[in-house]
């Protein structure tokens, strides 16, 4: 996979994807809006009362969401540490984490859109304003991705050295891809 952004100049960017490519990263953002879930009312209902809803005051179980959606307060490795830290946690949550989703939520299917808009000739073209909005949707997929293989920081050379009959492999392929998308978009950005 050698398709990477470049600049447009004044913070665009532009990107040739082949198919295969722009596949794997539609599904991926198609996979990452089934973990984040539908809006409030699943999307169908009142705005004003979206508006006025309120989220979760409880953590995720799943630990990509957790990571998603983290404790505002508190020592994340000492959950149950200071009952205040928690209260306040949940009360943090509540207010912020719907937006947070539908933030998620819209940016991965801004992706999706343009994905299914790309032409034969497999360029994409992202304006100034696009290019956040794509950015926040990579670190997201490589976000989650890293956290189902549970990479950190010390292990991270580490996977450029798999072995091919490593089952986590193509799943390592689309995390260090990711993070390449991310490095030349953001260099796009600023030139």
């Not at 293989?149 to 580490?158: A, F, H, M, Q, R």
């Amino acid at each position: 996979m050698a398709g990477l952004f470049e600049s447009t100049g004044g913070g665009g960017a532009t990107i040739a994807l082949d198919e295969w490519e722009a596949s794997i990263l539609r599904s991926l953002e198609v996979q990452l809006l089934e973990l984040i879930g539908p809006g409030p009312g699943g999307g169908d209902g009142d705005p004003l009362a979206a508006l006025f809803a309120e989220g979760p005051t409880e953590a995720p179980a799943d630990p990509v969401l957790a990571r998603f959606f983290p404790d505002a307060y508190g020592d994340p490795e000492k959950p149950d540490d200071d009952d205040e830290a928690a209260a306040s946690s949940g009360e943090f949550r509540r207010f912020t984490e719907l937006d947070l989703r539908a933030r998620k939520r819209d940016d991965a299917l801004f992706v999706v859109r343009a994905l299914d808009g790309l032409g034969g000739d497999g360029v994409l073209k992202l304006g100034t304003p696009d290019c956040p909005r794509w950015l926040g949707a990579l670190n997201d997929l490589r976000l989650a991705l890293g956290v189902r293989l549970e990479v950190t920081e010390d292990d991270e050379e580490g996977l450029y050295e798999l072995p091919d009959s490593d089952e986590r492999k193509p799943l390592v392929m689309a995390y260090l891809w990711l993070g390449a998308l991310q490095e030349s978009l953001l260099e796009a950005m600023v030139d």
